[in-house]
C-alpha cells in the first residue's frame, strides 16, 4: 500500500517541456525513481501522440510525463534513444514512454505544475487559469521553496509546500529566465544532451528532498 503523502491522498506531479521527448520525460522518470509513491506525469505543449495518464514522461515524447513513476503504454513516440541512454545512466528507467500532448484534464488532475521553462509554466496556465498557483518552473520552484517563511521541510504536506512557495512570488528579487530554466537540448549533440541530463537529475534531486520531509507520516490532510 503506498504511503499517502499528501495528507489524503497521492501527490500528482506533472513536468512540462515542449516536445515531451527530452527534458519533461527525463525530469517525470528521475523524479519517479526517488519518490515511488508520488504520482508523476509529463506532457509537452506541442507534442504528438494518443492519450496519456498521470504517470510520468518527456520532451518530443511519451511516459507517465504529461504521467508517473511509471510507464505509458499507449500514445505518441517513445522518449529519444539518446535521451533514454542519459535518463538510465543515471538510474532512470524510460520504459513504456509515450510522448502525450499537453491537455487541459492533465493540468487540472495535477496538484504540481513543473515547466522545465517559463513558456511551458505559461502556457499550462493560459489553458487552465485556475492551476495559476500551483504552477511554476522547475527551477522557480526549488528557489521560491527555499524563500518560505521557516524551513521548507517545516511544511506539514507537499501541498502546503506548494502554497508557500506560491505566496513568495514576487519576494524574492527577480532573476532572469535562464536561472529559472532548463535549456532544450534538442539537436544540439550528445554533450550537450548529457549535461542537460545532469541539470536536471541535480534539480530533481533537490525537489525530492523538500517534497520527502513533508511527507511524514500521519501528516493531517491539507485543506487546499
Same mark, same amino acid.
Request: glycine share 14%; proline share 7%; hydrophobic share 35%.
Given at each position: ?11 500528482? @506531479? ?6 515531451? =521527448? ?17 504520482? @508523476? ?85 493560459? =489553458? ?97
Amino acid at each position: 500500500m503506498s504511503r499517502d503523502i499528501t495528507g489524503s491522498r497521492e501527490l500528482r @506531479v506533472l513536468f512540462v517541456c515542449t516536445g515531451n =521527448m527530452y527534458r519533461s520525460p527525463l525530469a517525470e522518470r528521475l523524479l519517479a525513481s526517488r519518490l515511488p509513491d508520488v504520482r @508523476v506525469s509529463s506532457a509537452g505543449t506541442r507534442a504528438w501522440g494518443g492519450r496519456g495518464g498521470m504517470r510520468g514522461s518527456g520532451e518530443g515524447g511519451a511516459g507517465r510525463s504529461g504521467g508517473t513513476g511509471s510507464s505509458r503504454d499507449s500514445g505518441g513516440p517513445g522518449m529519444d534513444a539518446a535521451a533514454r541512454t542519459a535518463l538510465e545512466s543515471l538510474g532512470g528507467d524510460g520504459t513504456g514512454f509515450r510522448s502525450t500532448p499537453l491537455t487541459t484534464e492533465l493540468i487540472t488532475a495535477a496538484d504540481l505544475v513543473l515547466g522545465l521553462a517559463r513558456e511551458h509554466r505559461d502556457e499550462a496556465v493560459r =489553458m487552465h487559469p485556475a492551476a495559476l498557483r500551483r504552477s511554476f518552473t522547475l527551477k522557480e520552484f526549488l528557489r521560491l521553496a527555499r524563500h518560505t517563511g521557516g524551513a521548507p521541510e517545516s511544511a506539514r504536506t507537499p501541498l502546503e509546500l506548494i502554497s508557500r512557495a506560491a505566496a513568495q512570488r514576487g519576494t524574492p528579487r527577480p532573476v532572469p529566465a535562464v536561472d529559472d530554466e532548463v535549456a532544450d537540448p534538442e539537436g544540439r549533440g550528445p554533450e550537450v544532451l548529457m549535461r542537460c541530463a545532469r541539470e536536471i537529475d541535480t534539480a530533481v534531486a533537490a525537489l525530492a528532498a523538500l517534497l520527502a520531509p513533508a511527507a511524514t507520516d500521519g501528516a493531517p490532510p491539507s485543506s487546499g
